[in-house]
């Protein structure tokens, strides 16, 4: 991917990299800059180029556990909160707004979009609890260890023992997610669009997979970066 590659050619190659251009209001459509190169596409949008080239890079290939080496646990969850959490939520409630519309319209037709809207449901009546429970308790108690360790301040009161408990529960919760988005491809054969589906049930196969692939990465940078920092602090204590 260069300055020149074509719109089209950047969003349908990474659902993540399609959704940095819908971030930045950069048109990838057929009927709109889909034709263009990025340079073009930019510089019509008064974008700098280098800058877009660099967010879709690492949209495109995903932050790595080294990248995270010397960044402060509060620093990752600051970045986790903003950026996956806020995006779950929002995909979530569109996908509801999709989903329903295309239920009620489609589904005589398209009986298999009922398994999809119930399998959206399961994700988002794991997911929801589970950000809170994040947002709440146990991001909140990882900053305060932190800045005890920094500041020798005063560590919070918990209710639920050791560390490791709520991160085991919030791994255990992680894997039924994984689950559930696994079931999701399985019932929409892999995102893969009929020819003959409408406008709608396109844009929400790619609302699930761009849902899909943030979901992943936000489970990795939790997994394999956050909690084992979370548990090294502990041994600090």
Not at 7 to 19: D, F, H, Y
Not at 154 to 180: K, T, W, Y
Request: glycine letters at 4%.
């Amino acid at each position: 991917m260069d300055t020149q590659t074509l719109m089209k050619e950047i969003a349908l190659g990474s659902p993540n990299c399609a959704r940095v251009l819908d971030t930045l209001g950069l048109n990838y459509c057929c009927d709109g800059g889909g034709r263009l190169g990025l340079e073009q596409v930019c510089l019509a949008a008064g974008q700098d180029t280098d800058e877009v080239l660099a967010r879709l890079e690492q949209a495109k290939n995903p932050t790595t556990q080294q990248e995270w080496d010397g960044k402060s646990a509060t620093t990752l969850i600051r970045h986790i909160l903003a950026t996956h959490h806020v995006f779950t939520r929002d995909q979530l409630a569109h996908l509801d707004i999709m989903l329903e519309r295309l239920v009620r319209r489609h589904a005589e037709a398209r009986p298999e979009l009922s398994r999809i809207q119930a399998v959206c449901q399961n994700l988002r009546d794991d997911l929801i609890p589970h950000l809170m429970k994040e947002e709440n308790i146990l991001f909140p108690y990882i900053e305060a260890l932190e800045k005890h360790q920094q500041e020798q301040t005063p560590l919070p009161p918990v209710c639920f023992g050791v560390i490791d408990n709520p991160i085991r529960q919030m791994e255990s919760e992680h894997a039924e997610v994984v689950s559930l988005l696994q079931k999701l491809r399985q019932t929409t054969s892999d995102f893969v669009p009929p020819a003959d589906l409408c406008t709608s049930y396109r844009i929400a196969l790619q609302a699930m997979e761009n849902l899909e692939a943030d979901l992943l990465r936000h489970i990795q940078l939790e997994n394999e970066v956050l909690f084992p920092q979370a548990l090294a602090l502990v041994q600090t204590v």
